[in-house]
């Protein structure tokens, strides 16, 4: 950290100390931005998540994106993620769930709240009702994505109001009228 500490002669009985930036500015502490965010990819598609006008503070930054996995208590750190804006390059229904970015500048570190990724697929399941994805739609799709639903499993927070193909955090008739949509699209994605 470039400060040093600067000690002012005694006054009235006291001394005066304080944290002074070298090269004449203050140091100020990482901040981020509470807005949610919320990003939705396309299935075997590049997706980027980003807190680009999202943090403020005194750099140069460090950026540590972090995975907050569904079945797992640990927050999972992602290699080679020293950037604002983080890319999947082919993006699956596994990698739907929330996220979160470090930031650490040269006067502390803070972190996003989690954002979330919403992965834009109907296909869940393969033949027998087995989640995962077989390149067809059937009853066993709908049936995956109810047991989704119920089991509030971020794989099936795809809507928000007004039926917009972005996750929200809620389970509710959004999540079912984008379902509904994507299904009858299929392959094509938003």
Do not use: K
């Not at 943090?55 to 972090?66: A, C, K």
């Not at 082919?90 to 500048?105: E, H, K, N, P, R």
Request: net charge negative; hydrophobic share 35%.
């Amino acid at each position: 950290m470039n400060t040093r500490l600067v000690c002012v002669p005694a006054v009235a009985a006291g001394v005066l100390a304080a944290a002074v930036a070298v090269g004449g500015g203050a140091c100020v502490p990482p901040t981020v931005s509470s807005e949610e965010r919320a990003f939705a990819g396309c299935p075997q598609q590049p997706v980027t998540l980003s807190v680009v006008g999202a943090f403020g503070g005194t750099g140069p930054f460090h950026f540590q994106w972090r995975r907050h996995p569904r079945t797992l208590p640990v927050i999972v750190p992602i290699p080679n993620s020293d950037s604002p804006t983080w890319t999947i390059p082919s993006t699956f229904l596994s990698d739907a769930g929330q996220y979160d970015c470090v930031i650490t500048g040269s006067c502390g570190t803070v972190t996003t709240p989690r954002y979330r990724l919403g992965v834009l697929t109907p296909d869940r399941a393969s033949s027998g009702g087995t989640p995962g994805s077989d390149g067809q739609l059937t009853n066993d799709d709908f049936i995956v994505f109810i047991d989704q639903f119920f089991a509030s499993d971020v794989r099936a927070d795809i809507g928000r109001t007004g039926a917009e193909s972005l996750p929200d955090g809620r389970f509710d008739n959004n999540d079912f009228i984008v379902f509904i949509g994507l299904f009858f699209d299929y392959p094509s994605c938003p």
